[in-house]
Structures are given as C-alpha cells and as structure tokens.
C-alpha cells in the first residue's frame, strides 16, 4: 500500500489483528459522565447558569402538587439538564506539543512523498527523494525542539503544582509525562483469593460481603442506657431555608457527584436559587416522613478498629507512625520514578530538566508530610540511599564507575535529605506560629502531655529533635513566635538555621 507517510522507504501491510477485549467495569447507578463545573468560574458562563436554573425552576413551580419522588425527579432533573447544556460535559484535551510550523514542514514532506509516488522519471524521482530527505531532517529537528519546550513547560507547572501542595495536578502531570493515563481495573477477588470474572458472581460477591459486615447479631448482654438527665433544646420543625443556605455554603467543592450526578458547584452557584428549590422539597420530606429512592443509595465502607491508618496520604498509629508513613512514601516515589522510566532514558532532554522532573514530580512525593516526621539516622540514611540511587540512575552512572555523594550532589544540586527536611518542618512552625491562639494546630505545637515517663532513656520525638534545633539558633520559643511574625526575618531564621555550609564548616 502506498500514500501513508511515515519517514520510510518500506511499503505498508495489511494484516488480521485478534482483538483482545477490556475489562467491563460495572457503571451501574453512576453517571456516566462529568460536567465542565471549571467553567463557572467564568462570570458569563455563571451568569447563564443561573439565569437557566431560575428560569426552569419558575416553570416548575407552576406545576401541580406531586409526590415526593416526582418532586425529587424533576429538580434532578432541572439540575442535570442546565448542567449538560450550559456546562456541557468535560472532555480530557491533550496538549498538543507540535507547534503550527512543524506541522506545515510535516505537510510538505507529505506533498513531496505524493510526487514521489506519481513520478515515473528517474532523474526526477531522484531529486524529489533528496529534497524528501532534508525535509524529514528538518521535521525531526522541529518536532525535537517542539518536545523539549513542551517538557520544559510541563516541568515548570509540576514546580509550580508541588510548591503550592498541589497533589492531583502533579500527579495528572507524572502520568502526562509517563505516557500512561488510563487507569488500571480492579478485579474483584473471592473469599479464597481466587479472581471472580462473572458480573453475577461479582454481584453475588458484594452481597454475600455486606451481609456479612452489616448483619451482625445482637449482643448478648443488652446495653443499661439511664435515661438522659436533662433534655436537650433540640428543635423539631421542619428545616428552615437559613439551614439550608448554611449547609450548601459548607459543601465542599471538587469532590465526586452522587448517585444522583449533581455536581456540588450545581449547588453552590447561585445558593438562593437552590434554597427555594430544595425547601419545599424538605418540609414535605419532613411532614411524611418519607425520602426519595436515590437518597437511600450510597458507597458503604468497611470500619474497623485497626492500630493504623492511613489519612490526607499519612499513616497515623499509636506510636506516631514515622516509620510505617516514611516506608510508604519510600514505595509512592519509587513507583513515580519507574514511571517516568521513559523521560530518564530520553536522550531529547537535558540533565537539568530530568533533575527538575525529579525535585518536582519524584521528591514532593517522597517528602509529602515530612514536616511532622520524627526523623532519627536510620530513617534518614533510608530516604538518602533513595535518592542517591534515583540521581546515579538519572545521570547514568553505572559500576564500576564510581562517584561519591558529594560530588554526586554539586552535580544534581542536591542537599542533605535532613537539612530539606528541617526546612520543611521550620518553614511549617512559622506558619503555625502565626495562627492566633485559639487555634487548633497552634495549641497541639505548644501541648505539654502529663504523665510519668517510663524507665530508661526518652524516646527521640519530634518535639525533642524541634526544641534541640531551636536551643541552636540561641531563640527562646517566645522570641521565634514573635520572629515568624515578619516573614521575612524567618526566611532569614530559617535559612541560618538549616545552611548546610555552615553545618559543614
């Protein structure tokens, strides 16, 4: 087959492809699709999604009593609608990182490649494949340039997205670099381990785990409840359109929709027009006693008691939970490294940039949390000899080649892990200690525990290693709280504080 351009001289083939079908993931009673809520932070865009929620509810309005499920359906319905027609739904755009000038060398490559084809002169034939040639030259030249700016583009966003904590957009970002943005299905597993492929019998499956989660059998020894001594002041009138407005303004944004597929923005756009959609609704819920079918549906979870578990991406445990939470975070960057196994071994990019994929995309992983790790030297000789070993492979620095440490940092300019994460941790207390008095993260960074101490010599804690740290900078706690004040005297605090050169000499 001719006509495909495609750089070579070698003729296309046609071939029998065996399909190999996907995993089907049940999508039953979800929605199956996302709104574009980013664009109501457009005020024209805003506007007209308030302006139709108005509109349609005032049509609703003229309609005669129904029930409350009907109710229920038709402002679902008054909901998704607008958003599917305002908002529309949200589309995953990839970047495209040819720029217009390469395509146009692309295209006249492909032009010549037709004259090649419908050429039957030889001498003719002959120049047309020399100026194919430079052509090809210059579209790989350009498309290599054009790929350096996109990583470089990419790599200041992931800068960006890990000094403002950004988690979700650096990891869309790793997998944009990785090449690998689909997500990998679940199967579901049996009591024995065994993969279940069925729909039915995974059905069957997650019946057969809730009944056994759900359904427990009552204690043997009922509980002795006395009776409350003294009544509380709770009302029992139907909810108000005040509790209304004061529970859409607590939703939080950015989270999954429900059963139901209305989004929180849906609600929190224009608050007033949701609050005298939703009260009629409520009082009538609240007279008869009845909700509709799809406020009875939900994702249940499995609670237990454990001695560990894991919250905002730390392991928490009785004991502080450093070790468990630095051995996990040890496993999330060593996966995100092998992910962008392709942008180490590419030959297109500079060493600075991989080492700045690696500060942005490989380390904000590693370091996530460290600022309330209790850091001892075995810990820290484990997330060193981490990164050590991520930066010889970035540099390609194989046996026996050999390469000590601290060349191996003023190469990728590196500091100690320990000093980063003394940085973390002082830049962290002077955010604390500019809180007012009364808040909860203040008062927990000044608690003092009672109790006895058990024989033996004291466990290093973190606020052992912290009040070490700040009897070196010869600053009482009084005079770094009134320090942190003046963001620019701490930066300097800061700095001094945790200067590796001067640690040194």
Known sequence: MRGADAASDHNLLIASLKIKLKAYRDQAERPSHKYNVHSLKDKETLTTFKCDLKNRFQALESLPDETIEE???????????????????????????????????????????DLINHTDEVEHNRDLQEQYWAVNRQVKRSARDDKRKFIHDLTEEAETAAGQRNMKRLYEITRTLSGKNSNPTRPVKGKNGETIKGEEEQRARWAEHFRETLNRPPPA?????????????????PP????ITKA??????GKAAGPDGIPPEALTADIQTCTDMLHPLLTKIWENECVPVDWKKGHLENIKEVDKFVYLGSIVSKDGGTDEDIGSRINKARHAFRTLRSVWSSSALA??????IFNSNVKSVLLYGSETWRTTKTNTQKLQTFINRCLRNILNIRWPEVISNQDLWERT???????????????????TLRKPSS????????WNPQGKLKVGR??????????????????TWAELRRTSQNRVRWRSVVAALCSYRSEED
Do not use: F, Y
Request: with cysteine; hydrophobic share 30%.
């Open 221 to 237: 020894t009922p509980p002795d409840i006395p009776p409350a001594a003294q009544l509380l002041d709770i009302s029992t009138n």
């Open 248 to 253: 859409i303004k607590s939703t939080k944004i």
């Open 71 to 113: 109710h229920w359906q038709n402002l679902r319905e008054t909901w998704t609608t607008t958003c599917m027609e305002v908002l529309g739904k949200k589309t995953r755009k990839r970047k495209e990182w040819l720029t217009p000038e390469t395509w146009d060398i692309i295209t006249e490559r492909k032009r010549l490649n």
């Open 458 to 475: 004291p466990r290093q804690t973190w606020r052992r290693s912290t009040d070490t740290e700040a009897r070196a900078t010869g600053m």
């Open 240 to 243: 108000t359109k005040a509790e």
């Open 413 to 431: 300019r590196q500091a100690p892990i320990e000093q980063e994460i003394k940085k973390r941790k002082w830049g962290w207390i002077g955010h």
């Open 351 to 356: 060493q600075h940039n991989k080492i700045r």
């Open 439 to 446: 808040n909860t993260t203040m008062q927990s960074l000044e």
